[in-house]
């Protein structure tokens, strides 16, 4: 996971980094409050970085099969008299090594002039100009799915400008690697940049996997919880599940996930129906 314009100091995400304890951290302090960059990604993954800087993280990764292939999250200069660096950057990256490359972030700039709605047409200098440092290191735009602009100046009717800022590039042997790839843009919360999501299609032939449990934190604030956890203890000691802790926790379990729905209100599945109304909004 990519984070731009955090504006956190690395001695200010602790609380982020006691949310995800499976996860390692590279945080690139910003100036003053301006800009910030946050990489995370799972301890089980063998991921090395190779250089940073206040506009770019730039990574590679070994997989277990002995495969290897690079990243780099970008955030580019937002002033026009800046933008040529975030091209000089892309470059820079392209030399520095020859691995199957994907390459992300918030470009500030759009690559078609169709991509931006509102207000005066394209600069289309900066456009020719970053089309040519994505021909001249060989990025390809991976597309997306969901809302077409990624950003909005946020302002309604005829001031309102639109731009699709943020997107996914790669080299062909990179996609040949993982042919499956598509992206969503999903829907913007709290922020005028909408989040986007690289996943890959994945096989059911052998039948949808059943989600294993989690505990939900906000359950925490239901007075009713602790008395939930009590009863099913009680009721696997009851069926002689006694000398069987892990027994004990399954049935735990059980009785939340019944609990969540029947009566805590199953609030993941509120939350999708919200998200899914956003997009059509």
Not at 6 to 18: A, F
Not at 137 to 142: E, I, K, M
Not at 171 to 179: A, G, Q
Not at 255 to 273: C, D, M, P, Y
Request: hydrophobic share 35%.
């Amino acid at each position: 996971m990519f984070l731009m314009e955090t504006r956190l100091h690395d001695t200010e995400i602790q609380g982020i980094r006691r949310c995800f304890l499976d996860f390692n951290f590279l945080v690139v302090n910003p100036v003053r409050r301006a800009g910030g960059l946050i990489l995370c990604w799972n301890k089980n993954l063998n991921v090395q970085i190779t250089s940073f800087s206040k506009h770019h993280v730039n990574f590679s990764v070994i997989e277990d099969t002995g495969r290897e292939w690079r990243g780099s999250g970008i955030y580019g200069w937002p002033t026009n008299q800046d933008k040529h660096r975030t091209w000089i950057l892309l470059r820079s990256l392209k030399s520095s090594s020859t691995l199957p490359w994907i390459c992300f972030g918030d470009f500030n700039e759009v690559l078609y002039s169709f991509e931006k709605v509102g207000a005066r047409g394209c600069n289309m200098r900066e456009l020719e100009a970053f089309a040519a440092s994505c021909q001249e290191c060989n990025l390809y735009d991976l597309g997306s799915r969901g809302t077409s602009m990624t950003w909005s100046y946020g302002k309604r009717g005829a001031t309102n400008v639109q731009k699709r800022l943020d997107r996914f590039f790669t080299t062909p042997d990179w996609y040949m690697l993982f042919p499956s790839s598509w992206v969503q843009n999903l829907p913007r919360v709290a922020s005028d940049h909408s989040p986007i999501l690289l996943s890959q299609e994945v096989s059911l032939a052998g039948g949808r996997k059943k989600r294993g449990f989690r505990f939900e934190h906000m359950w925490l604030r239901d007075n009713r919880l602790r008395g939930v956890i009590e009863d099913a203890w009680m009721s696997g000691v009851r069926d002689g599940l006694g000398s069987d802790p892990a027994a004990l926790v399954r049935v735990c379990a059980e009785k939340l996930n019944e609990w969540n729905v029947t009566t805590f209100g199953h609030v993941q599945r509120s939350i999708r129906a919200k998200i899914k109304r956003l997009e059509t909004l």
